[in-house]
């Protein structure tokens, strides 16, 4: 069992940053392709990006790319999300997830473990 812990999120203005953190736990974290989705209020869960377990390579949402970065310490267990001049439309909650197994996936489906969540509130 794996286990998620979100840290990192609150309330900034348009332009600003956050660095949100998961420590993972459970598992053998290099072994894990982590994730990080975010839903906004009555929106479906949604991709934001992802890094394979070597680190080498990371994925990203249209919407977010050239703004967010992810990254991995597999010496600490924890996946970061970089969040660069943030605009309103990404207020949301952001939950990291992880999967275990072969392939890679921006599919909610595909993500077996997920965090509880933190709340990022960008105001115009």
């Known amino acids: 069992q794996v286990q998620l812990v979100e840290s990192g999120g609150g309330l900034v203005q348009a332009g600003d940053s956050l660095r949100l953190s998961c420590a993972a736990s459970?598992?053998?974290?290099?072994?894990?392709?982590m994730a990080w989705f975010r839903q906004a209020p009555g929106n479906e869960r949604e991709f934001v990006a992802n890094i394979w377990r070597s680190a080498g390579d990371t994925y990203y949402a249209d919407s977010v790319k050239g703004r967010f970065t992810i990254s991995r310490d597999n010496a600490k267990n924890t996946v970061y999300l970089q969040m660069n001049s943030l605009k309103p439309e990404d207020t949301g909650v952001y939950y990291c997830a992880a999967r275990i197994g072969p392939g890679w996936s921006r599919m909610r489906s595909d993500y077996a473990y997920w965090g509880q969540g933190t709340q990022v509130t960008v105001s115009s």
């Open positions: 459970g598992a053998t974290f290099g072994s894990l392709l």
